[in-house]
């Protein structure tokens, strides 16, 4: 079994930084992507940003130039280094890891919350 596992969320004011991280942990094999979720009380969950095997890199038009994704292979831990909060940045961020075996397996962590202060 694969567990996922984020930290660093807060409070913060707007315009500061948080750093999140997500370690997996198990049978981690044959990673297609991992990905930052977030989810804001009466909202949908929303895609934030992706890193594919290859190194590929997506992001939320909402968080463009704002967030970066990056990991550690070695660690297997993926990162989102956010930069000049928001309060609509508000929400539970989750964290996605996409195994690709004989089929599509996906994971996801239990969430941290990050809070973002006017």
């Known amino acids: 079994q694969v567990q996922l596992v984020e930290s660093g969320g807060g409070l913060v004011q707007a315009g500061g930084s948080l750093r999140l991280s997500c370690v997996a942990s198990?049978?981690?094999?044959?990673?297609?992507?991992m990905r930052w979720y977030r989810q804001a009380p009466g909202k949908q969950r929303e895609l934030v940003a992706g890193i594919t095997s290859g190194g590929t890199t997506n992001y939320a038009n909402s968080v463009n130039e704002r967030f970066t994704i990056s990991r550690d292979n070695a660690k297997n831990t993926v990162y989102l280094q956010m930069n000049s909060l928001k309060p609509e940045d508000t929400a539970v961020y989750y964290c996605?890891?996409?195994?690709?075996?004989?089929?599509?397996?996906?994971?996801w962590g239990q969430g941290t919350q990050v809070t973002v202060s006017s």
């Open positions: 198990g049978s981690i094999f044959s990673i297609s992507a």
């Open positions: 996605n890891l996409d195994l690709m075996r004989l089929r599509l397996e996906r994971y």
